[in-house]
T-cell receptor, first 116, second 112 residues
């Protein structure tokens, strides 16, 4: 049973380019969460999605950031016109339905985005 | 005031000793509390969760929760070099709130 799969593991983008981060949840998991970890800081919640629905995006920056979890395929976190401050590790977590937040949330290995 | 605060460390303990990590949270309505371990460059791994006041033991780990003091701690007994990692405290506000609020983490180094 594969865990939460994120790709790419490392991504380098020039300022102004777009970054697309992918997350495939664990089999049977229908809840996906994205977190960002800046150097020397804890993880910050960004968005919580279920299939075809954004449930809570209170942690998403208002501009340039978007997320989706289509009926088929992985969840995508998109960052448009990246800036140096977007450099961070982006973690995806998934959990089965009807789960208290965090109880059975499993994290992927993360995508480390570097903006040059 | 940060939602979740931890001593940043680093915390250095000799092998075989007890490592004690502390965490305080600001929202009195918080209901679920988690400890994650994160090795350098790796993903967070859930090691303990606790919902009720008191102690919860799992192997060498004990989580302690005091909601009146808004305080949660993690004890690691018989510390091993493999326990060297950053430990993240996370809080969830209730059954209808799925997101976790994380502290900045405490880095633990176990000296052989």
């Amino acid at each position: 049973n594969a865990g939460v799969m994120q790709n790419p593991r490392h991504l380098v983008r020039r300022r102004g380019q777009e970054a697309r981060l992918r997350c495939s949840p664990m089999k049977g998991h229908s809840h996906v969460y994205w977190y960002r970890q800046l150097p020397e800081e804890g993880l910050k919640f960004m968005v919580y999605l279920q299939k075809e629905n954004i449930i809570d995006e209170s942690g998403m920056p208002k501009e340039r950031f978007s997320a989706e979890f289509p009926k088929e395929g992985p969840s995508i976190l998109r960052i448009q016109q990246v800036v140096r401050g977007d450099s961070a590790a982006y973690f995806c977590a998934s959990s089965p339905p009807a789960t208290r937040g965090g109880t059975e949330a499993f994290f992927g290995q993360g995508t480390r985005l570097t903006v040059v | 005031q940060k939602e979740v605060e931890q001593n940043s460390g680093p915390l250095s303990v000799p092998e075989g000793a007890i490592a004690s990590l502390n965490c305080t949270y600001s929202d009195r309505g918080s209901q679920s509390f988690f400890w994650y371990r994160q090795y350098s460059g790796k993903s967070p791994e859930l090691i303990m969760f606790i919902y009720s006041n008191g102690d919860k033991e799992d192997g060498r780990f004990t989580a302690q929760l005091n909601k009146a003091s808004q305080y949660v701690s993690l004890l690691i007994r018989d510390s091993q070099p493999s326990d060297s990692a950053t430990y993240l405290c996370a809080v969830n506000k209730g059954p209808n709130d799925y997101k976790l609020s994380f502290g900045a983490g405490t880095t633990v180094t176990v000296r052989a």
